[in-house]
């Protein structure tokens, strides 16, 4: 089987590591270089986009992605792991109100500094806090500024023994939505952790798109693994784009500096418009804009034949284009 190049939408079940994904994906298609884009714990499911051949340079691309979670917060009990999963520390009786439960969630819309948890893949002198955590040692965190961009209730059980609300939340990079959940329960003065957790976007790959590993099996049994590979340009398309003349491919090729005067807007964009603005001033398209350096956005780059080949970040000190990430040659 050829290498292939692109990005499958994998829907991650239970059960497994976004490591495990990874792996299996590379017995299913024969192939070494596969990449994940950012994990999942192993209770949750949804959205895992992985990178394969010459899109894994995108794979930290993808990390800086928002991203759209539904989730379900137990409140009364606070555990080690901030989810159910985990050894339970304390329970409290709930005594809000549904009313009031709904609006200490809501509350957390915005910007807010958040702890990172213990148990998480972040490193501290190159050791990963959850091996720290599984040898009973709790070290100090520095908060780190989240956004929640979004908050919508889903639904609510206050009647029962158990008091839960499941929403839907839309965030920023970085954000740990178990470390919400506890922050909430928190502030509502009973605690709280996540009872469950699905991803149902990432940028612009959805839950409703997604496949999992044994349906991307079957499209490679039938042969049609084409139908389910998304082009890496796909990834940058809010970008706006331009191609080099002929005479600039080298330049592209080599990854070196480009100048106004050897680009021009790309012929097969929907929307020329982006590539005339960005050809006049160094402007992205109004709303687009870098998913790291929103003062100096990104541009998607054509050869003249029209294949994608990199990014680049328009150098205003210079007035040229620099290269940010190659995608053209393959490896």
């Known amino acids: 089987m050829i290498d292939l190049n692109g990005v499958i939408n994998v829907y991650k079940e239970r059960g497994y590591t976004s490591f495990d994904v990874v792996a299996k994906l590379r017995g299913i298609l024969k192939q070494k270089k596969i990449g994940h884009t950012g994990t999942l714990d192993p209770d949750a499911e949804g959205v895992l986009p992985v990178c394969l051949g010459s899109a894994t340079r995108a794979c930290e691309l993808l990390t800086e992605k928002d991203k759209e979670y539904e989730a379900v917060l137990l409140f009364g009990r606070i555990t080690d792991t901030q989810d159910i999963t985990g050894t339970v520390l304390e329970e409290h009786p709930v005594t809000i109100s549904e009313e009031e439960a709904k609006r200490c969630l809501l509350s957390f819309q915005g910007e807010y500094d958040q702890i990172p948890p213990m148990y998480s893949a972040l490193k501290v002198n190159g050791k990963k806090l959850y091996e720290l955590a599984r040898e009973g040692k709790v070290i100090e965190r520095q908060p780190r500024r989240v956004t929640i961009y979004e908050l919508r209730i889903l639904e609510t059980s206050f009647d029962g023994e158990e008091k839960w609300i499941r929403f839907a939340v839309t965030c920023s990079k970085g ?71 002929p005479e600039a491919d080298k330049l592209l090729q080599n990854g070196n500096k480009l100048s106004k005067g050897s680009l021009r807007a790309y012929r097969d964009e929907p929307n020329e418009e982006a590539g005339r603005v960005a050809l006049s001033d160094g402007k992205a398209a109004e709303g687009v804009t870098g998913p790291i350096d929103d003062i100096q956005p990104w541009y998607r780059i054509y050869d003249s034949t029209g294949r994608f080949t990199a990014l680049y970040q328009y150098e205003e000190a210079e007035r040229l284009y620099r290269n940010v990430k190659m995608f053209g040659t393959q490896e």
């Open 175 to 245: 954000t740990y939505i178990r470390t919400l959940c506890e922050d909430v329960g928190r502030k509502a003065g009973c605690g709280g952790c996540m009872k469950s957790l699905r991803r149902t976007r990432v940028s612009s790959f959805l839950e409703q798109d997604s496949l999992t590993l044994a349906q991307i099996e079957q499209y490679r049994d039938e042969g049609r693994m084409d139908e389910i590979l998304l082009s890496t340009e796909r990834l940058f398309l809010r970008f706006p784009a331009m191609q080099t003349k």
